[in-house]
């Protein structure tokens, strides 16, 4: 609000000079303003912005972490793992996206504040929390971002991420022990419906994950917080904070949604990765057959998400011989018809349809379309899986975090991952398949590294649905193992990305600061293959 009158003022100043009292004369009584504004909605814009996340995770991240494989070229979108110039083009959307969603917690603390502070003493501390969760994403994806200057600085200075990742541990631990679920719980509240005890356990299961991120670059203090959420994490699945879209407005709708289908349907260019699908038919995993589909008549142009498919969820293994029966994933790093012909890869399936409606991807294993198509189709923004893998990790390394064994963490970890889809989209459903597979896999504890590897490629397949996280903890753990792509003309060298640069505007309207953070990465903000500081 008060920067709406800012800028406003600022206007009149290069005009006739700002009137003493200008922002109450020019305030309409019919409009939301500071005074009859409910800091409530400040929270749930801000929960829409940062859950509802830029397309740009499945154009470029999925593809790059090798969930997905595309067949778009350098130039176009979908090119994640060509390490494409598009990775330059749309790399502002993390650093935008996050800093509006940042910047509406931000606000939502503020105004809150400043109206009553008793009233709405939960809702500031979950602002707060927010408000870190959005800027760890940020400070993942490019190292050194403002953080700590007052929300609307005109042109904040670029904090170290060593300084950011102290701050925002301590900034959690404080507001944990600040909720009160005696005082009145928060409404528009997306998450959790203001339960208080609810966000307790997401606060320390956040701080778990902010915590572990510095296992290599502090791990003492990876170590001391980690202990701190000893016995307060998520108790069980239903604890996950998922962001539900009913569809109704635009901004109700799951952006993602248009890029599954556009990219792996009408587009035909996007399919799951050789890699992912390997890894799950390799381990006998019951998600491979709930999550794919092959399109049996080629591309549909008609948006029809209602007739049959072709689904591997109703065919199972098939009888050897039957071609496809089993889901085939496609391998990174080609295109169609360019250098390097998906007709040309190894293994290749061939094409389905005919004519016009050809798509020589068809055999490929595609999303269920279905499920992940729809703009009603939630997502999660952190899970009880995800925190129990990490939870198997501190307890593998020998850390305080409670009296489950890093065995039993594990187990938690992998079937959570699977029940939680179930919350997703009833056709996600696996039964008792379920248990059978997790206990088919315990935990190897012959080594840490083993352990480790274990735990954090299975992290890989949790995350599915929050490719940010997916490609930090790649970059944190370095697992799974993935082989780099070297496609022609590729910017890292063949060399699997461990940040994007700044936004370009940043270099003409915040020069100065700009500068500085670059000087700090050898004076190269292009080359995506410095490492950000936790990243060792």
């Not at 809150?112 to 994806?141: C, F, G, H, W």
Request: charged share 25%; proline share 5%.
């Amino acid at each position: 609000m008060k920067k709406i009158a800012f800028y406003l003022c600022l206007m009149a100043i290069l005009t006739i000079g700002c009137t003493k009292g200008f922002e109450e004369l020019n305030r309409d009584p019919t409009k939301a303003n500071e005074g009859n504004m409910d800091p409530n909605y400040l929270l749930t814009s801000g929960q829409l912005n940062y859950g509802n996340i830029t397309e740009f995770q499945l154009y470029e991240l999925a593809p790059m972490m090798q969930v997905l494989a595309s067949t778009a070229t350098q130039t176009s979108y979908s090119a994640g793992d060509k390490y494409s110039s598009q990775l330059f083009s749309y790399n502002d959307r993390f650093f935008a996206d996050g800093q509006i969603a940042a910047g509406l917690f931000a606000e939502a603390q503020e105004l809150a504040e400043k109206k009553d502070p008793v009233k709405y003493a939960n809702l500031i501390q979950v602002s707060r929390i927010m408000r870190v969760m959005a800027m760890q994403r940020i400070t993942d994806t490019y190292g050194d971002i403002p953080y700590a200057q007052k929300n609307g600085t005109l042109y904040p200075k670029y904090d170290l991420q060593a300084d950011i990742y102290k701050d925002m541990l301590a900034t959690l631990e404080d507001a944990a022990g600040k909720l009160d679920k005696t005082k009145t719980k928060m409404t528009g509240d997306l998450f959790y419906d203001g339960d208080i005890d609810k966000w307790t356990r997401f606060t320390y299961s956040l701080m778990l994950r902010v915590a572990m991120r510095l296992t290599k670059a502090d791990p003492d203090m990876a170590r001391a917080y980690a202990e701190k959420t000893k016995d307060k994490t998520f108790k069980d699945f239903t604890d996950n904070a998922i962001l539900k879209f009913n569809g109704t407005a635009e901004e109700r709708k799951n952006k993602s949604a248009n890029s599954w289908f556009g990219d792996a349907v009408t587009f035909g260019q996007v399919r799951w990765s050789k890699t992912f699908i390997d890894f799950l038919k390799n381990n006998n995993d019951p998600r491979l057959y709930v999550i794919t589909e092959k399109s049996d008549t080629g591309m549909v142009f008609n948006n029809d998400l209602t007739r049959p498919a072709f689904g591997y969820t109703q065919t199972k293994p098939a009888p050897a011989g039957k071609i496809n029966e089993v889901p085939v994933g496609m391998p990174n790093g080609y295109d169609i018809n360019g250098v390097r012909s998906i007709e040309t890869a190894p293994g290749y399936p061939g094409a389905t349809g005919k004519g016009n409606n050809a798509s020589p991807l068809g055999n490929y294993a595609r999303p269920l379309t279905k499920v992940f198509a729809q703009p009603t189709f939630s997502t999660f923004l952190i899970t009880y899986a995800e925190t129990e893998l990490l939870l198997a990790e501190a307890k593998a390394r020998g850390w305080d975090v409670g009296a489950v064994s890093a065995k039993d963490h594990y187990r938690n970890g992998l079937v959570a991952a699977m029940r939680s889809l179930e919350q997703l989209n009833g056709m996600l459903t696996m039964g008792t398949e379920v248990e059978t597979f997790a206990a088919a896999h315990p935990l190897d504890e012959s080594s840490l590294e083993k352990s480790l590897e274990m735990i954090n490629t299975q992290y890989w397949v949790a995350t599915l649905f929050n490719f940010p996280e997916t490609w930090a903890n790649y970059r944190r753990s370095g697992y799974p193992v993935l082989t780099p792509v070297n496609y022609p003309g590729n910017r890292t060298n063949g060399v699997i990305p461990r940040r994007l640069n700044y936004p370009n505007r940043e270099a003409s309207y915040n020069a100065a600061n700009y500068n500085e953070a670059v000087s700090r990465l050898g004076g190269n903000d292009l080359d995506l293959t410095k490492r950000v500081w936790w990243d060792k």
